[in-house]
Structure formats: structure tokens, C-alpha cells
């Protein structure tokens, strides 16, 4: 699971970028796992995570956003010495 961050900071902006992104959620068929907003001092943050991680990538490069966490590779192995 993938999750990422988008920050909108001019409030003038809110409901326009949030439905901007359900409308490219809808018409990519992307469906986020969640999809939680913050209030700020100045805007909001955004974080929505997908199961996909071609679908996190794609709407953090979309809407100007950031991935926050690192897909765990299966081929990765933990040894102790």
C-alpha cells in the first residue's frame, strides 16, 4: 500500500482541487484504500493511500504530490549476524 500526501495551500482552492480529484479518481477508475484531509494554518493536507502503487505514483505526479512511505520489496531479507 502506497500513500500520498497533497497540499493545497490557498483555501480559494479546496473545493475545486477536491473535485478535480474525485473526477480523475472516477475517470481513471482509481480507487483509494483512504482518503483523509487535514485543516491547516494555511490550506490542507491531503493524504490518500492506494493498494496499487502505479495508482499512488501516478496521482502524486498528477496533483503535485509526494509518496510518504517505501514499498516493502519482497526480495528484501532481514539477517542478523
Do not use: C
Not at 51 to 69: H, N, P, R, V
Amino acid at each position: 500500500m502506497r500513500m500520498t500526501e497533497v497540499h493545497i495551500l490557498d483555501s480559494k482552492e479546496l473545493a475545486a482541487r477536491l473535485m478535480d480529484m474525485r473526477v480523475w479518481l472516477d475517470d481513471n477508475r482509481y480507487e483509494p484504500s483512504t482518503f483523509t484531509y487535514f485543516f491547516l494554518h494555511a490550506g490542507m493536507k491531503i493524504q490518500v493511500s492506494f493498494k496499487i502503487d502505479d495508482e499512488a505514483e501516478a496521482f502524486a505526479q498528477k496533483f503535485g504530490g509526494s509518496l510518504l512511505d517505501t514499498p516493502w520489496a519482497a526480495d528484501q531479507r532481514i539477517t542478523t549476524g
